[in-house]
């Protein structure tokens, strides 16, 4: 009996498949915003130097002093209130672009606040000690009102250098905030959409598999873009 000769013909896959890619955006893949990370941060800092602000505040007003009345502006209570405001837009500004916009401004306004609370108070602080005796309710007894001014000086001095420190504090993090709200509102969508035609090597099948989005898929063929579509996704020998 004479052998037969068989041959067995393997060839490209006759239909390709196709893959369109959706586009790709500036966002990171869990669906923040760009920099939500930094503005989460700066939002927290703001947070806490509000409720220091807003402590201090209460505490100098709590310990007066005769003949001073910077401490009666509470600049520490409403410029530490607008901070805590400021720092939840902060936090919350990771996937929404009104809450982006608003802590733009708020950090803006919140900078120049700080920068001009920060330079008043440096300017304020060294006039504690010049406080002078004279207080008409207090004129029979000048020694005894002089010690109890000169140590609510010493406290007030104290907290106006602390409160020049997390002004500043403030101030850098209201400007970094708001530096990183640019990217998350500028457009950075890109409308191009690859679409991938996917050729199996010879003698090789064709291996199912499951398209990723914004990935070239898992096969160990190669990928040439050829055109442009809608965003379709096939999967499987089942597409074909």
């Known amino acids: 009996m004479q052998p037969t000769n068989q041959s067995t013909t393997c060839g490209y896959h006759s239909n390709p498949w196709v893959i369109s890619v ?30 220091i602000e807003v402590v201090l505040g209460i505490t100098l007003i709590s310990m007066p002093v005769r003949n001073y009345t910077f401490a009666n502006v509470g600049w520490g209570i ?9 720092g939840f837009h902060g936090v919350y500004s990771q996937r929404s672009k009104c809450m982006v916009i608003a802590y733009m401004v708020l950090s803006i306004i919140a900078a120049a606040m700080s920068f001009t609370c920060c330079a008043a108070t440096s300017a304020v602080s060294p006039t504690v000690y010049t406080l002078r005796w004279g207080d008409p309710y207090y004129d029979s007894d000048e020694e005894y009102l002089f010690g109890y001014r000169y140590r609510f000086a010493k406290a007030h001095f104290g907290i106006y250098i602390t409160l020049a420190v997390v002004y500043g504090l403030q101030m850098l993090t209201s400007i970094i905030g708001a530096s990183f709200t640019c990217g998350a509102l500028i457009s950075r969508n890109n409308q191009h959409q690859i679409v991938y035609q996917q050729t199996a090597q010879p003698f090789q099948p064709a291996p199912p598999y499951t398209a990723i989005a914004n990935q070239p898929p898992p096969y160990n063929g190669y990928l040439k873009p050829f055109s442009h579509g809608p965003e379709t996704f096939l999967t499987g020998p089942s597409a074909i």
């Open 22 to 51: 959706p586009p790709t955006h500036g966002n990171s893949l869990n669906g923040n915003l760009w920099g939500s990370s930094v503005r989460r941060a700066m939002g927290i800092i703001q947070i806490v130097c509000g409720i």
């Open 78 to 86: 409403w410029n530490g209130v607008f901070a805590i405001i400021t």
